[in-house]
C-alpha cells in the first residue's frame, strides 16, 4: 500500500465560498477572477473532462455547419450545366417542328448533381447483389406538378398491390424488397400536354388499317392483356405461369410498349399505362441497371413516347433517368461501366471483368444525344459522344470491324482479334450510321467509321453457304472464319437498306437483299417458321437441302425482332410485297406456336419442333417494343407514318427525330 501525499489533500468536489455582506463586484477583472478561481479548484480529471466535452461541442457543431451548408446550396440552386439552355449542334434544329415540341427544359431535378469519381463496388461473394428498394422520392415534381384532374386508378393495382406488400424475387435471383415507409402514394397524374396537329394523325389515322395491320393490332392486345392481368408495372411477363419477373423493377414492358400503343392507336391501354408513369413509376430504387438496356428501352422509350404524344410528363422522366445513368461514365478512361445502381450512384462494371461491351457502350449515343437536345443539358451528350471519339480512334481494329470488349481503365480493347456482327458488336455498326442520320448528316467521321465497317465486314465476314447459296455474315477468330450467324444480325440488311435511303452506295443494297433473303430462310427453314438464336451456315454441300445446321444449345426462339425489323425497312425502301408477305409468314408461326392462351406470347425452347416448342415462359419486353411495332409498320402502306426521313429508330425501337439543318 502506498500512503498518501503528506500534502495538500485531494479533493474530488468543488468548494464553494459565499462570502456574505461582502459588497457586490461584477466587474470584468473580477468575474475572470473568480472563474479561474473555480477553474484552479477543480481537480485534474474534472479538468480534462470539461476541456474534452468542450472540444466534443465545438466539432459537432463545425460538422454540422459543413452539413447545413451543403443542404442549403443543393436546395438554392441546381447545377451550373443545368442552367444552361442551348442547341446541343449548333445549327441543328429538329426535322419535323410540327411533330416536335420545341426544345424544353425538363423540370426534373437532376439525381446527382455533383458527382464524385466512381470506385468500383467491390464483390466480395459470388451471385447477384441484394437489391433494396428505397423510399419513393415523395416530393418529386413528376408526380405533382401540373396535376388537374384526379385520373383512374391503373389496371392492376389491386395486383401490384398485392405484390409490393411482399418480397419479391426477380428472374436474377435478386431480392428486392417491398417499399419501405414510402407515405402517401401519388394520387394524382399529370395531365398530358396537347399533342400537335401532327402528332394527333399519327394516332388518329389508323382509320384505315389493312387486315394485316388489325392481325398485329389483335397480337399486341393479346399480349397486354397477359401483362396487364399478370404482370402489371412489373419488367416482364411470365405468360404459362401467369406471373412476372424482375430485371430492373422499372415496369419495363410498359415503358417499352408506350410508343407502340400511340403508334397502334391503342388510346385506352395508352392511358392507362400513362397513369401507371405518373402514379407509379420512380427512379428513386436503389437498383442496380445495366446502362445499355435501360437506355435503350427506358430513356429511349420516354424519348420516343414524349415527341409522339407531346405529353411533358415523359420528358422529364427521361430527364430524371438520364440524371440517374450518368455515374456510369465516371471511370478512368471515360468508358462507361456497364452497370449504374439509379438510386446510391455507383456505378460498377461486370463481377467477374472491368471490361465492358463494345456494342453496349456504343449504343447509347442517339439517346443520349436527343436527352441534350431536349433539356440543354449538355453533360449527357458530351459523355457520349466522348465514348464514340474514343472508340474512333483506338487500335486494334480490323478494316472498321472492332473487337467485343473494352476495359474501362486502359480505355483499350481487349480480347483482340474476335469479330463478329452478332452479340457484343452489332449496334455499334448500326449506330455509327443512325448517329449520322439523327445529327443531319455534318458528322463525317461517323460516316467514314460505318462505310469502313461495312468493307470490313465484306472483305472478312461475307460467305455463301451450300447448297442454296445464300448469303451470310460470319464470323472471325484470330483470322479462322466461323460460318456461325446469330438471329441478332439479321438487323444488318435493314440498316444496310436505311444507309442507301439516305444516300450511301448502291451495292450496299445488294447486300442488303441478299442478307434479308438469309433471315427469312433462317425462319422457313426451320419447322416452326421461326428463327433459332444462332444458326451455322453449311460451307460444304449437305445432304439435306438444308443451308443451316442449329446446335441443341441455340434452338431458342425468344420473340426477336431483327427479321421483322430489316423486313421493315426492305418494304420501305424497295416497295416490293414480298417482304410483307414473309413478315406476315412469321407473324403467324408466333401465333401459332408462341401464343399463350390467357395472355402474352413466350418465347420458345426449340424451334425444330412443332409439336412440342417448349415455352420458355417469359415475354421479353421487345416483343412489344420492337417486334410488333415493325410488323405493324412493314404492313403500311404509308410511307409518310413513321417517315425515314423524319426519323431514326433506336435500336430498340424507338423513333427519335432527325435533326434538321436551319
Ligand atoms: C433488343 O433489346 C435490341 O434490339 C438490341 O439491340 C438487341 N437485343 C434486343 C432484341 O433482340
Redesign the pocket.
Known amino acids: 500500500m502506498y500512503p498518501p501525499p503528506a500534502s495538500a489533500p485531494h479533493r474530488d468536489f468543488i468548494s464553494v465560498t459565499l462570502s456574505v455582506g461582502e459588497s457586490y463586484d461584477n466587474s470584468k477583472s473580477r468575474r475572470r477572477r473568480s472563474c479561474w478561481r473555480k477553474w484552479k479548484q477543480l481537480s485534474r480529471l474534472q479538468q480534462n473532462m470539461i476541456i474534452f466535452l468542450l472540444a466534443f461541442l465545438i466539432l459537432c457543431g463545425f460538422l454540422s455547419y459543413i452539413h447545413m451548408a451543403d443542404q442549403w446550396k443543393a436546395l438554392s440552386g441546381k447545377p451550373t450545366e443545368e442552367r444552361k439552355m442551348m442547341p446541343e449542334v449548333p445549327g441543328l434544329k429538329p426535322a419535323n417542328p410540327p411533330v416536335l415540341p420545341a426544345p424544353q427544359k425538363a423540370d426534373a431535378s437532376p439525381a446527382f448533381s455533383k458527382m464524385l469519381p466512381q470506385r468500383p463496388r467491390k464483390h466480395f461473394r459470388r451471385g447477384p447483389p441484394h437489391l433494396q428498394i428505397r423510399a419513393p422520392n415523395t416530393d418529386s415534381k413528376a408526380g405533382t406538378q401540373g396535376d388537374t384532374k384526379e385520373r383512374a386508378a391503373a389496371p392492376g393495382d389491386a395486383h401490384q398491390k398485392e405484390n409490393t406488400q411482399r418480397t419479391i424475387i426477380s428472374w436474377r435471383g435478386a431480392v428486392i424488397e417491398p417499399e419501405q415507409g414510402t407515405g402517401l402514394p401519388l394520387r394524382r397524374a399529370e395531365a398530358p400536354a396537347k399533342p400537335s396537329p401532327l402528332v394527333t394523325r399519327i394516332q388518329k389515322e389508323p382509320a384505315l388499317l389493312n387486315e394485316r395491320q388489325e392481325g398485329v393490332i389483335e397480337a399486341f392486345r393479346h399480349a397486354w392483356k397477359g401483362y396487364r392481368q399478370f404482370a402489371w408495372g412489373h419488367d416482364e411477363l411470365r405468360p404459362v405461369s401467369r406471373s412476372f419477373s424482375e430485371w430492373f423493377g422499372l415496369g419495363l414492358t410498359l415503358i417499352d410498349a408506350l410508343d407502340t400503343m400511340w403508334i397502334l392507336g391503342l388510346k385506352q391501354e395508352f392511358e392507362e399505362a400513362r397513369t401507371w408513369v405518373s402514379q407509379k413509376l420512380n427512379f428513386k430504387k436503389d437498383v442496380d441497371v445495366n446502362l445499355f ?1 435501360s437506355t ?2 427506358i430513356l429511349g422509350g420516354l424519348l420516343s413516347t414524349y415527341h409522339l404524344s407531346g405529353d411533358r410528363l415523359f420528358l422529364r422522366k427521361a430527364k430524371d433517368f438520364g440524371n440517374r445513368l450518368m455515374p456510369a461514365f465516371m471511370t478512368p478512361s471515360k468508358i462507361p461501366y456497364s452497370d449504374v445502381n439509379i438510386g446510391t450512384g455507383v456505378a460498377h462494371p461486370p463481377q467477374w471483368t472491368s471490361d465492358s461491351t463494345v ?1 453496349e457502350v456504343t ?1 447509347i449515343q442517339l439517346e443520349f444525344r436527343e436527352l441534350s437536345r431536349l433539356t440543354g443539358v449538355k453533360k449527357f451528350q458530351e459523355a457520349a459522344e466522348e465514348v464514340t471519339r474514343h472508340v474512333h480512334h483506338l487500335s486494334g481494329k480490323k478494316d472498321g470491324l472492332v473487337p467485343m470488349f473494352i476495359n474501362t481503365h486502359s480505355g483499350s480493347f481487349t480480347h483482340l482479334g474476335v469479330f463478329t456482327l452478332g ?1 457484343r458488336a ?2 455499334y455498326y ?1 449506330y455509327l450510321l443512325k448517329q449520322w442520320i439523327q445529327g443531319g448528316k455534318q458528322e463525317t467521321q461517323l460516316l467514314e467509321d460505318y462505310l469502313a465497317a461495312i468493307e470490313g465486314i465484306k472483305t472478312h465476314l461475307v460467305r455463301h453457304s451450300e447448297p442454296n447459296k445464300l448469303t451470310f455474315i460470319g464470323e472471325l477468330t484470330h483470322d479462322r472464319f466461323s460460318a456461325k450467324m446469330d ?2 444480325v439479321c ?1 444488318l440488311p435493314g440498316t444496310l437498306a436505311l444507309g442507301v435511303h439516305h444516300g450511301l452506295p448502291a451495292d450496299h443494297m445488294e447486300l442488303a437483299r441478299a442478307l434479308m433473303e438469309t433471315c427469312y430462310q433462317m425462319n422457313r427453314q426451320m419447322e416452326t417458321g421461326l428463327s433459332p438464336e444462332i444458326v451455322h451456315f453449311n460451307l460444304y454441300p449437305p445432304t439435306d437441302n438444308l443451308d443451316v445446321k442449329v446446335k441443341p444449345a441455340d434452338r431458342h426462339n ?1 420473340l ?3 427479321t421483322v ?1 430489316s423486313l421493315f425497312y426492305l418494304y420501305r425502301t424497295t416497295g416490293d410485297r414480298k417482304y410483307q408477305d414473309w413478315g406476315w409468314e412469321i407473324l403467324q408461326s408466333f401465333n401459332k406456336y408462341t401464343r399463350v392462351p390467357s395472355g402474352g406470347y413466350t418465347s420458345i425452347n426449340n424451334v425444330q419442333n412443332p409439336h412440342k416448342p417448349e415455352p420458355r415462359d417469359k415475354m ?3 416483343f412489344l ?2 417486334t410488333l411495332k415493325y410488323l405493324y409498320l412493314l404492313f403500311s402502306d404509308d410511307q409518310n407514318l413513321l417517315s425515314l426521313d423524319t426519323y431514326v429508330f433506336n ?3 424507338h423513333p427519335l427525330p432527325i435533326w434538321a439543318l436551319s
Open positions: 438496356e435503350i428501352r456494342s449504343s452479340a452489332d449496334s448500326e438471329h441478332l438487323f425468344l426477336r425482332p431483327e425489323e421479353e419486353s421487345f417494343g420492337e435500336t430498340e425501337a
